[in-house]
């Protein structure tokens, strides 16, 4: 056979691959579709994941940088580029590996995280991915003097478009949901605390076990107090060795925001990217089945927005 037959043959299988029968019956075009669809989906979940997601903002807890109802772009690769975390739709949380980013989380930038639970959880009831300012990294020590935020000793300066509301409230109840447990910090008087870098060694006593025993047990130890020892992971123990580096959160409406002055210290790799844009904003708390006045509601002032 010659290099004219072998070419021929290579054009006729060729044609035989492009020829797909197409679906005829009604199942078959079901199944057409679905496998289309998924494929969409499955395209759609590894962009999302590796390079540009997509946010909506559900709370005003960063007013007025970003708005209720503001959809945004998120740079995925700044921080931690992964696999899939979560079926769309159905919120259902994925088993992800994460990739190096080119960057880590640095004081003022507004940062995308996995909520880690409440105060009182090791781990959240249902997967949410959060929106707040990252104000201090590890190592830092934080205080909130009478509103005012320090980090290091240093004053920290509002972000521009954040707000402070002057309203008055009741401290002695606010004392008891912030983090940590028995502190007793309240959101206008907050620390001094330090944020946990990996490798910090925390002293472990009677007196502040419930300080720690949430955060000892996210980074996945078992801990218990008989009331004379503290154990963890069954050794009786007097120290902890962080294992993990934290960013410490605030909702630039500082005081309409539950941040990490209520749920914690934010690990690092719970840090999943950083807003970009705002591509699109209208009011969420409409039905689509209400349209027109659905579509009344879109700010397009807010289009276009660059999130700092």
Known sequence: ?????????????????????????????????????????????????????????????????????DFLFVNRLIYAPSTPQVIPFFNIPLPYLSFPGYSKPKRGDVIVF?????????????????????????????????????????????????????????PQVDQFRTFPEGRNYTKDNYGPIRIPKKGDVIHLTQENYKEWRIFIMREGKDIFNDGK?????????????VERDYVFGLGDNRDNSTDSRYFGFIPVNNVIGSPLIVYWSWNTDLPITNIFQ???????????TIIK
């Not at 072998?6 to 579709?33: A, F, G």
């Not at 590796?50 to 946010?55: M, N, Y």
């Not at 004053?155 to 509301?165: G, S, T, Y």
């Not at 659905?294 to 276009?304: C, Q």
Request: proline content about 5%.
């Open 114 to 170: 996995i909520f880690p639970g409440n105060r009182d959880q090791v781990k959240a009831t249902e997967f949410q991915y959060y929106l707040k300012r990252c104000v201090a990294v590890a190592g830092d020590t934080l205080q909130i003097i009478d509103k005012q935020l320090y980090v290091n000793g240093e004053p920290v300066p509002l972000p521009e478009k954040a707000k402070i509301d002057n309203s008055i409230y009741t």
């Open 294 to 304: 659905k579509l009344a509601s879109v700010r397009l002032e807010r289009i276009g």
């Open 1 to 69: 056979m010659n290099l004219k037959d072998l070419y021929q043959k290579y054009r006729d299988w060729q044609k035989k691959k492009k020829k797909k029968p197409e679906p005829q019956t009604l199942t078959e075009k079901l199944v057409s579709w679905v496998k289309t669809f998924a494929g969409a989906i499955v395209i759609v979940m590894i962009i999302n994941g590796l390079a540009i997601a997509s946010f909506v903002v559900p709370t005003g807890s960063m007013e007025n940088t970003v708005m209720t109802g």
């Open 229 to 241: 020892q503290i154990y963890i992971d069954n050794k009786p123990v007097t120290t902890y060795t």
